[in-house]
């Protein structure tokens, strides 16, 4: 009976790496739209592509659908396009890696927020220690931090909980990826006042269209389907710390798209947030057989009534 389960806890971790690779890349790409078509812009056509191709490929069933089901893929919406907005008008402003970093001092204070045993508290501060570290990095580095655009990524960072929130809600309530369907389209109707600018500008020159798509595929269709199947596999808080490896991949692809030096600092920052994600999936067979034997979602998730 434990080979399943451990089965389960691989493809979970390799589904959370998966999204690692890809919304960094994605971000790069989009980064190269902001002149032409603004950071909100490029956030509602990206969610309304997202949401087009997921709509086809899924086909979500929705006739039937409780109350509560519609209620959190409507608040999955809502996080999706504020936490996507405010990233991407971070990243117009500060450097990929630093802004990534800050971002997940969303998802570390959540990671604290559940965790139950001091080793879990352990990996949580060495994960937190190379953010901080990243932080650190942007801060004295040829590449000062904009105050704005801290502040945006400080929002973002608190969507970024909701997100997390949200979609193991819609995993634990919705089968399959309808959730995932319906809460883009619920982002890209929010972010229609912000979009209409940026589609006439696409209309006017089609090729920015392809870079659009791509933007989509890498950043909203496959990480959050990636992301979406790993909440069913892994506790949130164990997810949580594992997106730690999400700002290695950030400086990864700032340096390989963007010319962002990899520094020592950074180097080091890389180091202690993959050993923080190698420390936390080792920890997860042992919550399975103790205080989660039944999976990620036996703890209720409070929602309005």
């Known amino acids: 009976m434990q080979k399943p389960a451990a089965s389960g806890t691989l493809v979970g971790v390799a589904l959370v790496i998966g999204s690692c690779l890809s919304l960094p890349f994605g971000a790069a790409v989009a980064a190269q739209l902001f002149p032409v078509l603004g950071p909100w812009g490029v956030t509602s056509l990206r969610v309304a592509i997202a949401a087009v191709l997921l709509v086809v490929l899924v086909r979500p069933r929705v006739r039937g659908w409780t109350r509560q089901q519609w209620l959190a893929a409507v608040l999955f919406g809502v996080s999706l396009a504020a936490m996507n907005g405010f990233f991407y008008a971070a990243i117009d402003r500060i450097p990929l890696g630093p802004a990534v970093a800050i971002e997940f001092l969303g998802p570390l204070v959540l990671a604290a927020v559940l965790t139950r045993r001091l080793a879990d508290a352990v990996w949580v501060a060495v994960a937190l220690l190379g953010m901080a570290l990243l ?28 997100y997390i929130r949200m979609s193991a809600r819609v995993g634990a309530l919705i089968p399959g990826s309808s959730g995932l369907a319906m809460g883009l389209v619920v982002a890209a109707v929010l972010l229609i006042p912000v979009g209409v600018p940026a589609a006439a500008t696409v209309a006017a020159d089609p090729s920015l269209l392809l870079l659009a798509a791509v933007t989509a595929v890498l950043s909203s269709v496959i990480p959050y389907s990636f992301e979406l199947a790993a909440l069913r596999r892994l506790p949130q808080r164990v997810f ?4 730690s490896l999400e700002p290695a991949f950030a400086t990864l692809a700032g340096w390989l798209l963007l010319g962002q030096d990899a520094t020592v600092l950074r180097l080091l920052a890389v180091a202690l947030v993959i050993a923080a994600s190698v420390g936390t999936t080792l920890g997860v067979r042992r919550d399975r057989r103790g205080e989660e034997p039944s999976g990620p979602f036996t703890a209720p998730i409070p929602l309005p009534d």
């Open 135 to 162: 932080g650190i990095d942007g801060l004295i580095g040829a590449e000062p931090l904009d105050p704005l655009g801290v502040v945006f990524i400080l929002i973002a960072a608190g969507f970024w909980v909701m």
């Open 240 to 243: 949580g710390v594992l997106l």
